[in-house]
């Protein structure tokens, strides 16, 4: 059977002083999108072979935030995702010129100079998580024209797609899960990108350095480990957005950046997560 075409529906039961943040946590993960119900919620994922680790490390947070909590799973049919989808995922405005729009909405309806089309995969690369919305913030700040700019977890390719659309002229778009390989492509379609952006899916990419900007937004447990290998990659005077963190997370993620060339000149916030601007100083 197709991987893809089961689910893995898990309900999790949280005191309400936690939920939203263990409801984010959960979307970071790569959840679909979330339905509330009384005493508890639910989130749905693939059912491939990262979704028990995924299970695993959202078990692990849950339990960290809350002792009582619990959390049960069941496998569930394919369902029409685009539809649930069209209830949660509208346009979200990220600056007042630049918007992430969700497929079936009318493009020539919006105003604005930049918009991202996406088509809904994963909650993650949508631009409705708040680490997704800061990254995008950054990037509309950061690009000029003309950068060269490193990707790491791209995911759907939303933080790539707009840093062409901005006006950076190559993004290298790195990625491990092979399972993002056809939203990805779909989201370049649906943007009219046919060169710029290089997309490598595997744990070794071959990196053409230097960057003018590298932009990574991955959960802490994933990040840390990866973080390092790319130190080097920006040159001199180039700027650097971390995000994808709990502000719970900021004095072991400000450690971890204190050991690189990367400068924290900005670190922005929303709701419980956390991203940070840097200089390669």
């Known amino acids: 059977m197709d991987v893809t075409s089961q689910w893995i529906s898990a309900d999790i039961s949280i005191s309400e002083q936690y939920r939203e943040i263990a409801m984010d946590f959960a979307l970071a993960l790569g959840g679909l ?26 078990t692990l947070f849950i339990k960290d935030l809350d002792q009582r909590a619990s959390i049960g799973h069941d496998i569930v049919d394919q369902e029409n995702w685009n539809k649930n989808w069209q209830a949660f995922f509208k346009p979200t405005q990220i600056t007042d010129q630049l918007i992430v729009l969700p497929e079936w909405e009318a493009v020539e309806t919006f105003p604005h100079k930049v918009k991202t089309r996406i088509r809904p995969a ?39 797609i707009t840093a062409l659309h901005l006006g950076a002229t190559e993004v290298d778009a ?16 649906l943007n009219g990108i046919h060169s710029g952006f290089n997309l ?56 971890l950046l204190a050991a690189s060339p990367w400068k924290i000149i900005k670190q922005f916030t929303k709701n419980e997560w956390i991203a940070y601007l840097c200089e390669v100083k």
């Open 33 to 58: 999108a979330i339905v509330e119900k009384e005493e508890v919620f639910q989130v749905s994922y693939p059912l491939d072979n990262d979704v028990q680790l995924i299970l695993n490390e959202l």
């Open 122 to 160: 994963m909650a993650f690369g949508t631009g409705t998580h708040e680490t997704t919305q800061l990254c995008l913030q950054m990037l509309a700040a950061c690009i000029t024209g003309g950068e060269r700019v490193i990707d790491i977890g791209t995911g759907s390719g939303i933080l790539g």
């Open 174 to 189: 790195l990625e491990n899960d092979p399972f993002t390989k056809d939203n990805i492509q779909d989201n370049l379609a």
């Open 200 to 255: 490598q899916i595997t744990e070794n990419p071959v990196l053409n350095t230097p960057y003018d900007l590298l932009v990574v937004n991955i959960i802490r447990a994933r990040l840390f480990p990866i973080l390092p290998k790319y130190f080097q990659a920006v040159r001199f005077g180039g700027k650097v957005i971390v995000s994808g963190l709990l502000a719970i997370e900021d004095e072991e993620t400000r450690a």
